[in-house]
């Protein structure tokens, strides 16, 4: 098998992000055993696995393919979209440069230089994710991840499965119509909320393409039922690129803020984060992987 290489600017650090995909991976769909990422996906009709390490040798990341019958512009296609996932793209130097005019933000990005942020294989299944996460924990999420795939995501066949990597998340098509609150056990309001989600992918198969702005990304989120500031700024971070993105109130960004006189307000948060502009999602990372380093938590929410 050929190994594809993702080529990124040094520093990366790769063990922080495998630990977040580790709490984050979906069963049946995502595996991270020994620093290796592996999950399926879709391809037309068709499916396949895929892995993806860091080179010993080179800054790069390899990916493997197990896809019989994989054309090159398919595999093209998911090379660019683990390119966001695994943002191979961003420029540690320049997001470290425009965070140092704060000295405590600049602290963090010295002690984590290379913290990359845990983008989306794929928009739609990042944001049923994140609906999924709401106001339950990490690891509750990840139960209902799995249970989702189980009961409505497509069994690969033989030839492209792999250990422990069954399904093909659901697909919007999947859900539109399926009770997701029945099956999984949840409040009705998120179900109905992964099912408007679900039929506005078909309505605008364009719906998590990248805005001309922040403020479009967040607010043609925002239209959807069940879905506030905070997830469409979760999403924009984490699946649109929008690396200005800065979810609001967000109790974990206070706390890590908070030097012994007490945590910021909203607007203080906000405040302060005018002088991140326009990194503040990866101030938004480093302040969780401190307020994590403090908690023994992981890095991210949702």
């Known amino acids: ?76 296609a998911v090379l660019a979209q683990l390119r966001t996932m695994f943002d191979s793209e961003a420029d540690p130097a320049a997001i470290a440069a425009g965070l140092s005019d704060d000295p405590y933000m600049a602290d963090l990005v010295r002690r984590r230089p290379g913290l990359r942020m845990p983008g989306a294989f794929d928009p739609f299944e990042l944001t049923v994710r994140a609906i999924l ?33 069954t399904h093909a998340f659901p697909e919007p098509a999947q859900l539109v119509a399926a009770d997701v609150s029945l099956v999984l056990n949840m409040p009705r309001a998120r179900g109905r909320a992964i099912q408007g989600l679900a039929a506005a992918c078909l309505d605008a198969p364009d ?53 012994g006189t007490g945590r910021p307000s909203r607007a203080g948060l906000l405040a302060r984060a005018e002088a991140w502009r326009p990194w503040r999602a990866y101030a938004a990372l480093h302040l969780w992987a401190e307020d994590a380093h403090r908690r023994g938590a992981t890095t991210l929410p949702a």
């Open 133 to 165: 996460g709401q106001q339950v924990s990490v690891a509750a999420a990840t139960r209902l991840a799995g249970r989702l795939v189980a009961a409505f995501g497509t069994p690969l066949p033989t030839e492209a499965a792999a250990p422990s990597l």
């Open 207 to 259: 719906l998590f393409a990248p805005g001309p702005d922040l403020e479009t990304s967040v607010a043609r989120l925002t239209a959807l039922p069940g879905i506030g500031p905070w997830t469409a700024h979760y999403v924009a971070m984490r699946a649109l690129r929008q690396a200005d993105a800065f979810p609001p109130a967000d109790i974990g960004l206070m706390r890590a803020l908070d030097s």
């Open 1 to 76: 098998m050929t190994d594809h290489a993702l080529p990124y600017r040094p520093p990366y650090d790769w063990p922080r992000l495998a630990a977040f995909l580790t709490d984050h991976a979906s069963p049946g769909v995502e595996t991270v055993t020994d620093g290796v990422y592996s999950r399926t996906f879709r391809f037309s009709d068709r499916f396949g696995t895929l892995r993806v390490v860091p080179a010993l040798d080179a800054p790069a990341l390899l990916v493997r393919f197990q896809a019989p019958g994989l054309d090159d512009a398919a595999r093209d």
